[in-house]
């Protein structure tokens, strides 16, 4: 068969998914197609190309020898399509997601980021948690996205590219008269028996609930049932008010009324914060943001962790966090 004079790279694309995930079902989820529709494109690629790429069984999907050939060049052809579109196209916008209004690390990234490429247009969204915006990112509907990273399933840490940014120190938020606001700090010990909200049953923030259990097993705290999923910051305070439960948060959690924020220790627990975005991407709104990053990480001391500082064991092993 003669070779072929075209490629769609939206079949590169499905190849690509293919070898990373070497599953059909978790490739198609993280392209957010049909596994139908990306098996279709898969045996088209074979047939424009002449060659078996898998080999598929009930059990299994491996990369033939003519599959492990094409993935280099598979990679090559896809960023040099971005890097042609970013140099001589209309370099669209950036979407970067804060997470939540407020909160500073990724709003302090951005804002540097801004200042270092001021003829570039870096856009902020909102999706509240990284698990919710990593799929936004892998569908192409944001680009990059702030958070801890080791706390996201499997199947969308492989669609991303990380660069850890800062070990945050966490704190609870508490309503102003319950027994623990006269102290400065609250030591962990000093929460058994609570319950602390850590967004449990929020599908868009896993990766912090399980960030809260990691934090509380052993010393007899209690991650708080779910509460109402609530939209907005005035519903999230009127929810928070009724419940009454202390909130785990950050030290730079935006204020709320009626409420006083403390700084966790003994020990300092530290919550991993990643600048996130989709493998392969390339735009110069990524380069300023990823320099704004390591700018400020060294200015401010971010990935400094205290002697008594505590890091989860997951982050530990999937950040290869131990200083």
Do not use: C
């Not at 080791?150 to 945050?168: I, K, N, T, W, Y």
């Amino acid at each position: 068969m003669p070779a072929p004079t075209h490629l769609d790279p939206r079949l590169l694309r499905a190849f690509l998914a293919v070898a990373e995930e070497l599953h059909f079902t978790r490739a198609a989820t993280r392209l957010y197609v049909a596994q139908q529709a990306l098996s279709r494109d898969v045996r088209r690629l074979e047939r424009e190309l002449g060659a078996e790429l898998f080999v598929r069984t009930t059990r299994q999907v491996t990369l033939t020898a003519d599959g492990e050939r094409l993935v280099p060049h598979a990679r090559r052809v896809l960023e040099a399509q971005d890097a042609l579109v970013a140099a001589f196209g209309q370099v669209r916008p950036l979407l970067v997601d804060l997470n939540s209004p407020g909160l500073g690390t990724g709003r302090r990234v951005l804002h540097r980021a801004r200042e270092l490429a001021p003829e570039q247009e870096l856009m902020a969204r909102y999706e509240s948690g990284l698990t919710g915006a990593a799929a936004e990112v892998l569908a192409g509907r944001l680009d990059a996205s702030f958070g801890r990273y080791a706390g996201l399933a499997p199947a969308l840490r492989a669609g991303l590219d990380h660069q850890l940014v800062r070990l945050e120190p966490m704190a609870v938020v508490l309503p102003e008269d319950h027994r623990l606001v006269a102290l400065d700090a609250v030591p962990l010990a000093e929460l058994a028996g609570e319950s602390v909200y850590a967004g449990a049953g929020n599908p868009r923030t896993p990766e912090w609930t399980g960030l809260a259990r990691e934090l509380f097993e052993g010393r007899g705290i209690e991650v708080a049932s779910p509460a109402p999923l609530a939209v907005g910051d005035e519903e999230f305070q009127r929810i928070m008010a009724k419940t009454r439960n202390p909130i785990l948060a950050v030290v730079d959690f935006p204020a709320m009324p009626s409420t006083v924020l403390r700084p966790l220790i003994d020990p300092v627990p530290m919550s991993p914060v990643s600048l996130v975005w989709r493998k392969g991407l390339v735009h110069p709104g990524i380069d300023a943001l990823r320099q704004a990053a390591n700018e400020l990480s060294a200015a401010e001391g971010w990935l400094r962790r205290p002697a008594e500082g505590w890091i989860s064991a997951t982050d530990k092993k999937i950040m290869n966090v131990h200083k």
